[in-house]
């Protein structure tokens, strides 16, 4: 039986991202695939009042059952009130790759779904993307779509090369579609290992530096549909200090190189309202499992393990609301006197 993300407690993207490109901040969206995430996020994001989007790939969905999910966002909703009673957030689908996955979230009380046909030809990615708008729009269900694409692996989502955003073609884009929100491509990338060494510099510590986010593209993107709410996926930093932590505990991330947390700061304040962070959350719960099994070679009772990573992921969320996406206290800015 379908079920509306209303009824769940949930809200759609539309108030925030319009909050967001007048504020000069941009929406943190984390990925989450288990109880643990899900309470760093909600717990980070209500500590620091920033709204905030729960992302599910398709592959996370499978992992937790779609029905299971869809109460673990209805008691994230009921945690909420407790917590920071005027703070909202949707639940979205990451990187849906058909009608029928986005159309089953929806039907599922997701109020928000991405579809991205970033593999087919403009006038095939269009046509797919206004289905799933049709489909969405008749139950207030925001959509995202995709131009470009991004290199790397992460989850499902995979691509051996990156192809940037045209900006000539995003107006047409947004106008066939009736699309929501529209995510680009303008070097981000999925994964833990985003670049190769070979196309960093190395700064004065040897540290690998990546090279620039292509803001030009994004610029022009901004001057042909102004205002229109923008995404950028494979967002996150992949922080030095967790990678150490897990190549000094047995790991192998001898290549691990992310966006420099600067640029990302620079693209929450233009049209950028929303910015996907997935491999950072899974770096740091990987650290600090490792560093416990580690150091507590005997330990075995999984909340000694997965307690401490999930109280060090809500502290990089707070750090990344405060310092990075520009959203902490945006939440009683939105929702505060409703």
């Not at 379908?2 to 319009?18: C, D, I, P, Q």
Request: glycine share 8%; charged share 25%.
């Amino acid at each position: 039986m379908a079920v509306s993300y209303k009824e769940l407690g949930l809200v759609n993207t539309r108030e925030m991202f319009a909050a967001a490109i007048k504020g000069g901040f941009a929406v943190p969206a984390y990925n989450f695939n288990n109880m643990e995430q899900l309470q760093a996020i909600v717990m980070g994001c209500a500590e620091s009042d920033s709204p905030f989007i729960l992302q599910v790939s398709s592959g996370a969905r499978k992992y937790a059952n779609q029905t299971l999910l869809r109460y673990m966002a209805q008691g994230a909703v009921e945690m909420m009130k407790e917590v920071n009673p005027h703070l909202r957030f949707a639940l979205h689908l990451d990187h849906g790759d058909t009608f029928e996955l986005c159309k089953s979230c929806i039907d599922n009380g997701f109020s928000s779904v991405m579809i991205d046909g970033s593999k087919y030809n403009f006038e095939e990615n269009a046509a797919l993307t206004k289905k799933v708008v049709e489909y969405a729009h008749q139950f207030d269900v925001t959509v995202e779509g995709e131009l470009g694409v991004l290199a790397g692996i992460e989850d499902e989502v995979s691509s051996e090369k990156s192809h940037y955003t045209q900006p000539e073609e995003v107006e047409a884009f947004v106008a066939k579609t009736g699309v929501d929100s529209l995510a680009i491509s303008i070097g981000t990338s999925h994964g833990a290992m985003k670049f190769t060494p070979e196309q960093c510099t190395r700064n004065a510590d040897g540290v690998l530096v990546p090279p620039p986010l292509r803001f030009d593209i994004l610029e022009e993107i901004e001057k042909r549909i102004p205002g229109f709410p923008i995404v950028l996926h494979g967002s996150s930093s992949v922080l030095p200090k967790y990678v150490k932590i897990i190549n000094s505990n047995g790991g192998a991330l001898k290549d691990a190189v992310g966006i420099p947390e600067e640029q990302l700061r620079k693209a929450a304040k233009s049209a950028v309202c929303k910015i996907n962070i997935d491999s950072d959350g899974r770096l740091v719960m990987t650290a600090i499992c490792r560093q416990i099994f580690a150091e507590k070679p005997a330990e075995f009772d999984p909340r000694k393990y997965l307690g401490p990573a999930r109280e060090e992921l809500k502290k990089m969320i707070i750090a990344k609301n405060e310092n990075v996406l520009g959203s902490a206290g945006k939440g009683k800015l939105i929702w505060g006197d409703k």
